[in-house]
């Protein structure tokens, strides 16, 4: 058995985890709204023609936030097209997608969904094809009370009161060339600085988010962040960052490890952001704001085929990635590395919610089931609030394709405000146990009172509409804690919740 060791003290923070941490995506794409959560004819429907099946799925992760409309898709949104009366709302083609969008659900809709979930609207205003002027007037037109056209059309259109949206993305990867009015960092940046600016202006209370780079491997990676700051920095108040991993070769271990690549991303990206701060003698810091993070890799061939068959239909079936033990656990030690940046990364959406690149699948007319990584999300989003402790872990380690020393057990840990402690933990030894051992006598009386486990005897396993609890956490017995010392046992490729509280 390998051993590992974990030391924690309450008064080594990093920061007050922000739930914000927790949120999730809609992109109008695929079958996310059509056939996810929205199918009028679906038995479970409700009287806004809402999947309640789906809406129960999404209430137990306790996502806090939804980011909506897109994601490519909102490069080429005209978001008026999504408000009034539906017969009236034109189709439009998606140029992101190459799909025919029918704008059957649109803001209001998707604002009373979202309420339906639990969730606040975080939303993205088109910097692609579009500017400052969209970007103001449907600021006014969610947030103004009224007494104003776009406020009172919003009235006029049944919503008496504003939607207050608090969170606004400034654009969708505007560095990517496959992005309708992609840009250069300065001109990204100078269009977000003027967008910020009038948006702010209409409602001060929003807060604004500047594209990032698209992903970390970008070859404008670093320079775009530094140069679009220097244009923005004053108008906005976090940075996204974006990044998808995959596993197309099957090599598990350099798979798993991947969660060092994010470790470096982050910190390189709160560099820059400190930079050009200190560049400027700013005095406030801008924060980050992960609004894209997943697996996605396995549906890609079967896109260009159902693109080959079919091009601009509504709902196509893109993106719809089964997911796997292995890609939970990456995704596991994805919440653990934003935990460890608590103090910084304030925002992070799981890319994206119902059926594409999803926790939550369904079946158009059928059934609605968790995938894998559901499970993760759900464990860290419910357990993982409060303060984000700063532990000291020691595991061994090993070498891959990538990377050099990746520790076999990666762990962060939260305390809640009744002083109740959770550690999550996720083992990359794919052929052994591990004894974690825990050193926690500052925390005085506690008691094991949950040990969750998500793990498979294959990495490669998933589940399905008829098998939807193959792979699915279980409870497991036998850890100890005597005199603030902790013993237990992470079974090879798992996932780990444990839940320490009050005796
Ligand atoms: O989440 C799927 C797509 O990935 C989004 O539309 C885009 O922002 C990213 O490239």
Not at 220 to 244: F, K, N
Not at 463 to 479: K, L
């Amino acid at each position: 058995m390998k051993k590992a060791s974990i030391i924690m003290d309450r008064d080594y923070t990093i920061g007050r985890v922000d739930p914000r941490l927790y949120g999730s995506f809609i992109e109008h794409l695929g079958r996310a709204v059509y056939g996810g959560i929205y199918e009028p004819d679906h038995p479970t429907a409700d009287e806004d023609g809402f999947r309640r099946d789906v809406i129960d799925l999404v209430r137990r992760l306790r996502v806090p936030i939804v980011r909506y409309p897109g994601g490519n898709f909102v490069s080429g949104f005209n978001w008026e097209d999504s408000v009034g009366p539906r017969e009236l709302r034109p189709k439009r083609l998606d140029l992101a997608w190459f799909t025919t969008e029918t704008n059957e659900v649109g803001l209001h809709e998707f604002a009373h969904w979202a309420k339906k979930a639990g969730a606040e609207v975080m939303y993205a205003v088109n910097l692609g094809t579009r500017g400052a002027d969209a970007a103001r007037n449907v600021v006014e037109y969610c947030n103004h009370p009224g007494g104003s056209a776009w406020s009172d059309l919003r009235r006029k259109n049944g919503e008496e009161n504003p939607f207050g949206i608090k969170l606004w993305c400034l654009g969708n990867e505007m560095d990517g060339p496959w992005q309708m009015g992609h840009k250069t960092a300065v001109e990204y940046g100078r269009a977000a600085a003027e967008a910020g600016r009038v948006m702010k202006w209409v409602d001060p209370s929003i807060e604004l988010v500047a594209c990032g780079s698209a992903a970390h491997d970008m070859p404008t990676y670093g320079e775009w962040e530094y140069q679009m700051l220097t244009e923005c920095y004053d108008q906005v108040d976090y940075v996204s960052l974006h990044r998808y991993y995959g596993n197309p070769t099957g090599d598990t271990p350099g798979f798993l490890a991947r969660a060092m690549d994010l470790d470096a991303f982050i910190t390189e990206v709160i560099a820059i952001c400190d930079a050009v701060g200190g560049k400027k003698h700013a005095k406030k810091h801008l924060n980050l704001s992960f609004d894209e993070w997943n697996v996605w890799y396995h549906s890609s061939q079967q896109d260009q085929e159902v693109w080959k068959r079919e091009k601009w239909s509504r709902a196509l079936p893109l993106l719809e990635d089964v997911y796997n033990l292995e890609d939970a656990l990456l995704c596991g030690t994805i919440l653990i590395t934003f935990l460890k940046h608590a103090d910084r990364v304030k925002v992070a959406c799981l890319a994206q919610l119902v059926n594409v690149i999803a926790p939550i699948m369904t079946r158009t007319g059928g059934g609605a089931w968790a995938q894998t990584i559901y499970w993760p999300l759900l464990h860290a989003s419910t357990y993982g609030r409060g303060t984000a402790l700063r532990p000291v872990v020691k595991s061994p380690v090993y070498d891959c394709s990538d990377f050099d020393a990746v520790p076999f057990v990666d762990a962060a840990a939260t305390a809640d405000d009744d002083g109740n402690v959770t550690i999550f933990a996720v083992s990359r030894s794919t052929d052994e146990a591990t004894e974690l051992t825990g050193d926690l006598r500052a925390f005085g009386d506690l008691r094991v009172a949950e040990h969750i486990v998500l793990t498979h005897s294959d990495v490669k396993a998933v589940n399905t509409e008829e098998n939807p609890d193959n792979v699915a956490p279980v409870t497991v017995t036998g850890d100890t804690l005597e005199g603030g010392k902790l013993t237990a046992v992470l079974p090879p490729q798992s996932w780990n919740v444990i839940r320490l509280t009050r005796a």
